[in-house]
């Protein structure tokens, strides 16, 4: 330190300036780029006094602006919403400001509807593939409402209001290569609304849901397009609560039309442990999970015993779901919610294994031959100390997962994901 005022004095007297950065600026973001500074400064410059910029909902990052090619000329406008208020009524509206060099411009103002939030952004490519076009869901009171706006950049732009919905989805149901659109209904009944040209909203069907007093749908559930079964056909899948159990319909396309299937006599599939459908295995198909308690299963006394989740695969055959006849076992998984771990069986082990968990020690014993095929050991962070007999395999925010390097349990470690 007493080098460093040395040089310091020296360089003073010498007559050479010497300027140091202040510990705040340190502290500071990286600047932005000059394009982004630039569009920031103009979105301000041209919002009107006291409007509120809104980002969709179903957006995983809340941004004051969205960047789309909309014209399809390889430029990217961004896309600004935002909301005014006079006495009491809300109204929503977008900005499109274009890009030159490293300024913007606005292209567009212009009103969309009324509304207090936007739920739902989608960008839909028209068939031409020459613009796209946004279907977007407001939000007003308790009522939402799905709009079709169209060629944004015209001094006329084409907005049109399709209907009011409580959940959507867009996806190619048909596989034309072109988006459906299939709008929940709750009500006496519920309805499912099918257009099967998103951008086309005068093609529709409706199509009542089977559904009781009571029955609750949750923001939750199942709303949702997938390939269910083998031949990777298509199909809506809806879940709702009926008597605390799940029940979920599954509706496919039949000549064009959307028809609810039925699994033997039964209209949906019934399952009081069901857990949601989901690819485990990645290869495209939605597998159909079910909860059990294997046989011999033991836990920590007063708590439930630890469950197998079993994944199937539809065949696509018309018998009652979870039969060896219409589902085929793709994969087994142990979900540990307490030390937020998963333990994907290898095939070899499937159906044979039971679970003891005993304090923070989890046993997966093959049923066959009584053995241990793994054993995994749960400690506390603040508690780990490293040991030559412990193999440390997964590392969490709040655990350590360790092994005994005695045993052949770590070429399982694959298998362990953490879920945190």
Request: aromatic content about 10%; hydrophobic content about 35%.
């Amino acid at each position: 330190m007493r080098y460093v005022a040395i040089i310091l004095s020296t360089l003073y007297l010498a007559g050479c300036g010497l300027s140091l950065p202040h510990p705040a600026t340190l502290l500071q973001h990286p600047a932005l780029p000059k394009w982004e500074t630039a569009l920031k400064e103009k979105i301000e410059q041209d919002l009107p006094e006291r409007a509120e910029i809104i980002a969709p909902r179903n957006q995983s990052i809340s941004r004051l602006y969205e960047l789309i090619d909309l014209n399809q000329d390889g430029l990217q406008e961004a896309v600004t919403f935002y909301r005014t208020e006079v006495n009491g009524n809300f109204n929503i509206h977008l900005l499109i400001h274009e890009r030159k060099q490293e300024s913007w411009s606005l292209k567009v103002r212009r009103p969309i509807a009324e509304g207090k939030a936007i739920d739902q952004l989608h960008v839909v490519l028209n068939p031409m593939k020459t613009s796209n076009q946004f279907v977007i869901g407001i939000s007003n009171l308790e009522t939402n409402t799905v709009y079709l706006l169209k060629n944004l950049l015209q001094p006329t732009a084409d907005i049109t209001k399709v209907d009011t919905y409580d959940r959507v989805t867009i996806a190619d149901l048909n596989q034309d290569q072109q988006q459906d659109m299939l709008l929940l209904k709750k009500g006496r009944p519920a309805k499912v609304m099918y257009y099967k040209d998103v951008l086309n909203p005068s093609d529709r069907q409706a199509v009542s849901l089977v559904t009781k007093e009571g029955d609750l749908f949750a923001d939750h559930d199942l709303f949702e397009v997938d390939s269910i079964d083998v031949s990777k056909k298509r199909g809506l899948l809806i879940s709702f609560t009926r008597d605390a159990a799940m029940h979920v319909a599954l509706f496919q396309l039949d000549e064009g039309r959307l028809v609810q299937h039925t699994f033997g006599n039964q209209a949906e599939i019934v399952e009081p442990m069901y857990t949601y459908p989901k690819d485990v295995d990645k290869d495209g198909i939605v597998e159909f999970a079910h909860q059990y308690t294997p046989k011999n299963s033991s836990g920590p006394i007063g708590e439930d015993k630890p469950r197998i989740t079993a994944y199937y695969t539809w065949n696509g055959l018309d018998v009652a779901p979870f039969l060896e006849s219409g589902f085929e076992l793709r994969e087994e998984q142990y979900i540990d919610l307490e030390y937020n771990f998963v333990m994907r069986f290898p095939a070899r082990w499937a159906t044979r294994e039971t679970i003891d968990k005993k304090d923070n020690r989890i046993r997966f014993i093959n049923q066959e031959t009584n053995g241990i095929d793994f054993e995994i050991e749960v400690i506390p962070k603040n508690q780990y100390i490293a040991s030559p007999q412990k193999k440390k395999i997964k590392e969490g925010i709040d655990y350590v997962y360790v092994v005994d390097v005695t045993k052949p349990y770590e070429e399982y470690a694959a298998n362990v994901t953490l879920v945190e």
